[in-house]
């Protein structure tokens, strides 16, 4: 299987090229400037594979959540690429892609919470378990809210007495140290990872092989949160 991926939901902007089990990936940190690099990073793999976008097998992107911006472009990107060579498209939730990053960081670690920094004093935020392939499986609907609303699963909170640890990973853990308390038996924090396109090609291949490929039009970015903006009060 051929994947190309691609991820600009923070500023981490990255590609990866999965080929039969195999990845090259190309990663900057960027403030901005992310549509500038990604097409590059695109093409510099492609290129050192010898390959062309019609000979992939699927085109996935990080869909979200993240930085507005960030997560249309993704879209629109893989979007664009998959019209052009008539290749489908695998979204990749990024809270799940940074999920796989921590269980690959921690080979010991069996649950995560993942959160994000989403602004606005709230966090995207979604609890994952590793599956027996050591994949990041989602345990309930991924969301954004204020950190002191951060919950673990009952069924978590019903094992607590296994003393299973609960890492934490996310940028949310550096904003809000708060989001401590939520972990339970808490295991390590790694507040300094970022989703990436590596984990975002490991994973497509698992939602291909479950035939969860769509067409290009379907392929839509996930911000979780709808209104972006504040409203002054009447009278300022």
């Known amino acids: 299987m051929r994947i190309l991926a691609i991820d600009t939901a923070t500023e981490s902007c990255s590609a990866a090229l999965w080929v039969d089990g195999s990845v090259s990936a190309r990663e900057k940190h960027l403030e901005r400037g992310h549509a500038a690099q990604i097409l590059f990073m695109v093409d510099e793999l492609l290129a050192e594979a010898a390959l062309t976008l019609p000979g992939l097998s699927a085109i996935a992107f990080g869909r ?11 879209a ?6 998959a019209f052009g060579s008539g290749r489908p498209v695998v979204p990749v939730s990024d809270l799940r892609a940074l999920a796989q990053r921590a269980f690959e960081t921690l080979p010991e670690a069996a649950r995560v919470l993942v959160a994000t920094d ?16 050591g994949l990041a499986r989602a345990l309930g609907e991924e969301r954004v809210g204020p ?13 607590a007495h296994l003393q299973v640890a609960v890492c934490g990973a996310g940028a949310g853990f550096a904003a809000y140290p708060e989001l401590q308390n939520a972990l339970g038996t808490p295991g390590p924090i790694l507040d300094r990872l970022l989703p990436r396109a590596h984990e975002v090609a490991r994973l497509a291949v698992a939602e291909m092989l479950e035939g969860r490929a769509v ?20 009278g300022h």
């Open 64 to 74: 979200g959540p993240g930085a507005f911006t960030g997560v249309r472009l993704a």
């Open 76 to 81: 629109s990107v893989a979007q664009g690429l």
């Open 118 to 133: 989403a602004r606005m004093h709230e966090v995207y935020w979604g609890c994952f378990s590793r599956d027996t392939q």
């Open 147 to 159: 950190p002191d609303q951060v919950r673990l699963p009952e069924s978590w909170a019903a094992a």
């Open 215 to 234: 067409a290009p039009e379907q392929a839509l970015p996930v911000y979780l949160r709808d209104d972006v903006t504040h409203k002054r009060p009447s």
